[in-house]
């Protein structure tokens, strides 16, 4: 497959390079060049920064055998609010991030009473159409990304896609009126889930949920509470890594 002529293109020591860059490494038309940078970040094989014009190997191209960036950086800042704000606010905290058409969970932290939900835990993969933090990072994604990978989760997953289409529209009209998106969870109906997107520079979005049960997380309190906090927790977050 010549794409992977394009993720062969990077290496440690120039983790960022630009179109011409590629061009210039692999000897692909600059218009073939373009159309397969446009297909791997889609698909969550890079990552592109608009500040630099330039694209980075993202977290999935662990999977081909590929250095891919690390993480541990911003997970090692962002759980140690996490556990802050558990502890705060007696509830549990998850923080995912896209893999391909897949959502996967980095970290998961609970306050002391906290129950452990094994569909939440870390290393937990779910389809971006089969809950509500696959809703919130493709709500979070520029239009065009979106509207790309939605048209591949239709066609490969077209029994699943009838019943997501209306959740995700209606993620993208929360979070976009108030910076976070509220739902009992599709796998375990006792659970309520708030989930807000979390964007770092250079790095493809994450998403920060918050979880309880449905009494402890009742909707007014997300609503005036706990929907608030985590958007400012993620803004707050989005700041210290500028």
Same mark, same amino acid.
């Given at each position: 497959?010549?794409?992977?002529?394009?993720?062969?293109?990077?290496?440690?020591? /120039?983790?960022?390079?630009?179109?011409?860059?590629?061009?210039?490494? =692999?000897?692909?038309?600059?218009?073939? =060049?373009?159309?397969?940078?446009?297909?791997?970040?889609?698909?969550?094989?890079? $990552?592109?920064?608009?500040?630099?014009?330039?694209?980075?190997?993202?977290?999935?191209?662990? +999977?081909?055998?590929?250095?891919?960036?690390?993480?541990?950086? #911003?997970?090692?800042?962002?759980?140690? /609010?996490?556990?802050?704000?558990? $502890?705060? $606010?007696?509830?549990?905290?998850?923080?995912?991030?896209?893999?391909?058409? *897949?959502?996967?969970?980095?970290?998961?932290?609970?306050? *002391?009473?906290?129950?452990?939900?094994?569909?939440?835990?870390?290393?937990?993969?779910?389809?971006?159409? +089969?809950?509500?933090?696959?809703?919130?990072?493709?709500?979070?994604?520029?239009?065009?990304?979106?509207?790309?990978?939605? /048209? $591949?989760?239709?066609?490969?997953?077209?029994? *699943?896609?009838?019943?997501?289409?209306?959740?995700?529209?209606?993620?993208?009209?929360? #979070?976009?009126?108030?910076?976070?998106?509220?739902?009992?969870?599709?796998?375990?109906? *006792?659970?309520?889930?708030?989930?807000?997107?979390?964007? #770092?520079?250079?790095?493809?979005?994450?998403?920060?949920?918050?979880?309880?049960?449905?009494?402890?997380?009742?909707?007014?309190?997300?609503?005036?509470?706990?929907?608030?906090?985590?958007?400012?927790?993620?803004?707050?977050?989005?700041?210290?890594?500028?």
């Amino acid at each position: 497959m010549r794409a992977l002529e394009v993720l062969s293109a990077f290496t440690a020591h /120039e983790p960022w390079l630009g179109n011409q860059d590629i061009c210039n490494r =692999t000897g692909l038309p600059a218009p073939t =060049t373009t159309r397969f940078l446009k297909t791997l970040t889609a698909l969550g094989y890079l $990552n592109y920064s608009a500040q630099r014009r330039k694209y980075q190997l993202a977290a999935a191209v662990l +999977s081909l055998g590929y250095a891919a960036t690390s993480h541990s950086d #911003i997970q090692r800042v962002v759980r140690g /609010e996490m556990i802050k704000f558990a $502890n705060a $606010n007696n509830v549990s905290l998850v923080l995912g991030m896209r893999e391909r058409l *897949d959502l996967v969970v980095l970290d998961n932290c609970h306050w *002391d009473g906290g129950q452990r939900h094994n569909s939440l835990s870390v290393g937990a993969r779910m389809n971006l159409v +089969s809950s509500q933090l696959g809703f919130t990072l493709l709500a979070a994604l520029p239009s065009l990304e979106r509207t790309y990978l939605l /048209e $591949n989760i239709e066609r490969r997953m077209p029994e *699943d896609w009838p019943g997501a289409q209306p959740q995700v529209s209606d993620a993208i009209q929360q #979070i976009r009126s108030q910076g976070f998106y509220r739902a009992q969870s599709l796998v375990e109906p *006792d659970l309520s889930i708030v989930c807000a997107p979390l964007t #770092i520079p250079d790095r493809a979005p994450f998403v920060l949920a918050c979880y309880g049960s449905v009494v402890s997380m009742n909707k007014a309190r997300v609503s005036r509470e706990l929907g608030p906090k985590l958007v400012s927790l993620a803004n707050h977050l989005k700041q210290s890594f500028k």
